[in-house]
């Protein structure tokens, strides 16, 4: 390994220490689909805001058991959307989602009963206190903390928080971010035809859908050349855009097209690494700009712009977001691995759950930096570390999934 080559906590480190918290902001209910909570939220009311019917029937009061075969008179009725009424002694016909009538505290299904005129009704079954009746409270309790901060709010908590008529929530700020693509082969256009020597550009769409999923938001996407000039000039974009973070692909090796490095000295950056002992990606590089802007210099194979993103560009956006450092699960590989010392390796996975419910880690066939399909069929990365050469069947690794903000989902057993 050369001297000047980190070891993989070495350079994340380094990431870690020049990321910084940012502020929080308010958030409406429409918009926060997938922001990352800033504070724990409280209700300040009941859900359900009321006692209410669990079904359509009759609501009732008595003793600790109303037996079958009782009758009672029919008062009145009450349908969702109803008022407070005021019940005496006998039934009322309630609908589902209806309030219950003061004074009763039970709900006999419509089935259950026998009705018969003028305005009576026979039970067929007994009917104990608080019967098919939802307590007001008894799904959120006022003063109860709903989410903690950190979470990344999905649907089903937008659900909870219109339920309870929270309109506007603290989240923190979006990390605002560039990506620029170099290589004078890449097409950017999936219409257009490719010429000889040329390729379709993967990483700018992969970059530009990712880093949402992440927490950020994206200001500008470009793809330049192989030229220094046009790439400062699309730097120059990036931060007039507002950019904090930039991600770049391509053009940070040792080859003579490779000019990142030196046009990042122009623009008054400060590379703080430039290589980095892992694979794929060993490369990598980390600068900082003028402003504190923060500057990933990625390589140009898939997988290695992907492990960036994952193993560095996140765990910065975890510290942005206010959120702890990502802790790996553990999972056992269903099959022997080997590997090349003295490189920690990101490996393409896929967890599955076999017939006995057990939880095993699959390390795909296609680890090379420049194959992508095995990335579409993988659903976990695993980490092997620098000092391994090789692992039994049944030995725990690192797992983590494809984004810091998504849980990996096992798959059925493997073949």
Same mark, same amino acid.
């Given at each position: 390994m050369s001297q000047d080559t @980190?070891?993989?906590?070495?350079?994340?480190?380094i990431v870690l220490a020049a990321s910084a918290k940012l502020g929080t902001e308010p958030c409406s209910l429409g918009a926060c689909l997938g922001r990352v909570l800033a504070e724990p939220l409280i209700s300040n009311v009941d859900l359900p805001p009321f006692d209410n019917s669990a079904m359509d029937g009759f609501a009732l009061s008595g003793g600790a058991i109303v037996?079958? &075969?009782?009758? =009672?008179?029919?008062?009145?009725?009450?349908?969702? $959307?109803?008022?407070?009424?005021?019940?005496?002694?006998?039934?009322?016909e309630i609908m589902t989602g209806a309030r219950m009538p003061d004074g009763l505290d039970r709900v006999i299904p419509v089935e259950q009963t026998e009705r018969f005129p003028p305005s009576?009704?026979?039970?067929?079954?007994? *009917?104990?206190? $608080?019967q098919n009746v939802r307590t007001a409270g008894s799904d959120v309790a006022r003063?109860?903390? +709903?989410?903690?901060?950190?979470?990344? +709010?999905?649907? !089903?908590?937008?659900?909870?928080?219109?339920?309870?008529?929270?309109?506007?929530?603290?989240?923190? !700020?979006r990390p605002r971010m560039?990506?620029?693509?170099?290589?004078?082969? =890449?097409?950017?256009?999936?219409?257009?035809?490719?010429?000889? &020597?040329?390729?379709?550009?993967?990483? &700018?769409?992969? @970059?530009?859908?990712?880093?949402?999923?992440?927490?950020?938001?994206?200001?500008?996407?470009?793809?330049v050349g192989d030229d220094a000039d046009a790439f400062e000039s699309?730097?120059?974009?990036?931060?007039?855009?507002?950019?904090?973070?930039?991600?770049? /692909?391509?053009a940070v090796s040792m080859g003579?097209?490779?000019?990142?490095?030196q046009a990042l000295e122009r623009l008054g950056a400060k590379t703080l690494f430039h290589k980095v002992a892992i694979r794929p990606g060993k490369p990598m590089l980390f600068a900082r700009l003028p402003d504190d802007v923060l500057l990933f210099g990625l390589p140009g194979n898939p997988i290695a712009v992907a492990v960036g993103l994952r193993f560095f560009v996140e765990p910065a956006l975890r510290v942005m977001l206010g959120l702890p450092r990502e802790a790996p699960r553990r999972a056992a590989l269903i099959k022997p691995y080997s590997k090349k010392?003295? @490189?920690?390796?990101? =490996?393409?996975?896929?967890?599955?759950?076999?017939?006995?419910?057990?939880?095993?880690?699959? *390390?795909?066939?296609?680890?090379?930096?420049?194959?992508?399909?095995?990335?579409?069929?993988?659903?976990?990365?695993?980490? *092997?570390?620098?000092?391994?050469?090789?692992?039994?069947? &049944?030995?725990?690794?690192?797992?983590?999934?494809? $984004?810091? +903000?998504?849980?990996?989902?096992?798959? $059925? /057993?493997?073949?």
């Open positions: @980190l070891t993989y906590d070495e350079a994340l480190h037996p079958a &075969g009782t009758e =009672l008179s029919i008062e009145g009725e009450q349908a969702a $959307g109803d008022g407070v009424a005021h019940a005496g002694i006998g039934a009322w009576r009704v026979r039970l067929l079954a007994d *009917v104990a206190p $608080g003063g109860e903390t +709903l989410l903690d901060a950190g979470i990344a +709010l999905q649907a !089903q908590h937008l659900m909870l928080l219109a339920a309870l008529g929270i309109a506007n929530v603290s989240v923190a !700020q560039a990506v620029i693509c170099t290589g004078r082969e =890449l097409v950017d256009d999936p219409a257009q035809a490719l010429a000889p &020597g040329q390729i379709r550009n993967s990483n &700018g769409p992969f @970059l530009a859908a990712r880093l949402p999923l992440a927490g950020a938001e994206v200001v500008h996407v470009e793809t699309a730097m120059r974009r990036a931060l007039n855009a507002g950019a904090k973070i930039v991600v770049t /692909s391509g003579r097209y490779d000019f990142v490095p010392p003295r @490189l920690r390796f990101h =490996l393409k996975s896929r967890l599955h759950i076999d017939a006995q419910g057990r939880l095993g880690v699959e *390390v795909l066939d296609g680890q090379e930096s420049y194959r992508i399909r095995p990335l579409s069929d993988a659903n976990a990365w695993a980490v *092997v570390s620098a000092d391994i050469d090789a692992l039994p069947a &049944g030995a725990l690794v690192d797992i983590y999934g494809v $984004g810091h +903000l998504e849980f990996p989902l096992p798959y $059925g /057993s493997a073949a």
